[in-house]
């Protein structure tokens, strides 16, 4: 079993637990950086964290491609990376400043905006991440998980260091 992280119904779903392939590009606005993604899914992911709605100007609409062995980068000397927290980091299009992903650094999982693909019609949001940090000025329709930061942390240590806040 791998590490890469989906989110779904369960944050932690790996892309073999969700099963099912569906090859797909990713395009910046410039369309000068495209992303070839092995594996896309129609689980689409929402997060509210203050520094995703600064990097974006809102949620963070993402569907989960997988890691580095699951998407081909073209034209990556074009991708700008900032390291944006101690285990992730943010690429984004240095011509027309498009973001690109969302990279999870100790699983090396990637998380692409939803709207740099042209097609993915079965889309659905299904999880909302850190909910606790959502403005009272937007609310979406769906019904959809919703997480806090809080249990988005207790996660990660289950998962990744085995430990627990008790």
């Known amino acids: 079993m791998t590490n ?23 395009t910046c606005l410039c369309g000068k950086v495209s992303i070839e993604v092995t594996d896309v899914h129609s689980e689409v992911g929402a997060c ?16 989960e491609a997988g890691t580095a062995k699951d998407i081909r980068i073209h034209s990556e000397d074009l991708v700008s ?9 943010r690429g984004f299009c240095s ?3 498009s973001n690109l992903f969302y990279h999870l650094l100790p699983t090396d999982a990637y998380s692409i905006p939803i709207d740099l693909f042209d097609d993915l019609p079965d889309a659905a949001l299904t999880t909302e ?14 019904e959809t998980k919703k ?16 430990e627990t806040n008790e």
Not at 6 to 26: Q, V, W
Request: proline share 2%; glycine share 6%; with cysteine.
């Open 48 to 63: 509210h964290c203050s520094m995703c709605r600064k990097w974006g100007s809102g949620p963070l609409l993402t569907v």
């Open 81 to 89: 990376r900032y390291k944006s927290s101690e285990w992730a980091e």
């Open 147 to 162: 997480l806090t930061e809080a249990e988005i942390m207790q996660m990660v240590q289950e998962k990744y260091f085995h």
């Open 4 to 26: 890469e992280i989906k989110f779904a119904n369960d944050i932690f779903l790996t892309m073999e637990e969700k099963g099912g392939k569906r090859m797909k590009t990713a």
């Open 95 to 97: 011509n027309c400043g």
């Open 129 to 142: 991440v850190y909910y606790d940090q959502k403005p009272e000025y937007y609310d979406f329709a769906n």
